[in-house]
């Protein structure tokens, strides 16, 4: 929360009119705000960005690590050292993070399914945790015995929690996917999509941003390009989704 209200305060700054965050737990609320219009941008994963892309304008991508990519982690409790794929917890209880979450549902239920397998008979039980930091901690808790994560919420939640990320084992590493995009919704005139781009892309560029995304530990924003989430189009094409 104390980020955000410094995020807040900086984009008023530069855009020179209030701004107001608006914060939902599960990603079918913030599509919703979207499609409805009722929220000018928001922050959406790389999943939902496929399927709004009628919807919504793609305005700016985060640099994680040098590239604006990241990547489905499949982590178990670190006393498990024989899983190596989601193919290994056959009949086990699994968690994922949120049904229109790409690193935290789409992809555990494409690589099972390339596999042969029926995802919605594949596991013993499955629970919905409504966040990737919740996956960690009922993985780590041993609530499942193997969940699917955001790699970027995983890797940051290491640098400042590694009590609770060594619970767990990373026992697979997906391809890389575009980074979840920050959109705007297509009501929002040329002026202000590209001031609002002007000004996440120019982060990096003055003290205070750069302060801003260290504590998001995020190199800054560019453009980017559509083509980032054909990885995400393709797999959904398998489960028969445009």
């Known amino acids: 929360h104390a980020l955000l209200a410094q995020w807040r305060v900086y984009l008023e700054k530069r855009l020179d009119r209030p701004v107001e965050f608006v914060q939902r737990d599960r990603y079918r609320d913030t599509m919703d705000l979207l499609q409805q219009q009722k929220v000018d941008f928001a922050w959406i994963c790389d999943y939902p960005y496929v399927m709004l892309k009628k919807d919504v304008r793609l305005m700016t991508v985060a640099v994680n690590e040098g590239k604006p990519t990241y ?66 901690d009922a993985v780590a808790a041993g609530l499942a015995q193997g969940g699917a994560v955001d790699s970027y919420v995983w890797d940051v939640l290491n640098k400042v929690r590694p009590d609770i990320t060594a619970k767990t084992r990373i026992a697979w590493r997906s391809e890389d996917f575009g980074f979840p995009p920050i959109v705007a919704q297509r009501g929002i005139s040329n002026a202000d999509f590209a001031r609002m781009q002007s000004v996440l892309t120019g982060m990096k560029d003055d003290a205070q941003g750069r302060a801003l995304l ?14 980032l989430y054909d990885g995400v189009a393709d797999m959904m094409r398998l489960f028969g989704e445009p």
């Open 71 to 136: 990547r489905s982690y499949l982590i178990v409790p670190a006393r498990d050292t024989q899983t190596h794929s989601v193919v290994d917890l056959k009949g086990a209880v699994f968690a994922y993070a949120d049904p229109h979450s790409n690193t935290g549902y789409l992809v555990p239920r494409f690589e099972i399914k390339r596999s042969g397998a029926d995802p919605t008979t594949f596991f013993k039980r499955t629970f919905f945790t409504w966040s990737h930091r919740k996956v960690i």
């Open 214 to 227: 260290g504590q998001l530990k995020l190199d800054g924003f560019i453009e980017g390009s559509p083509q």
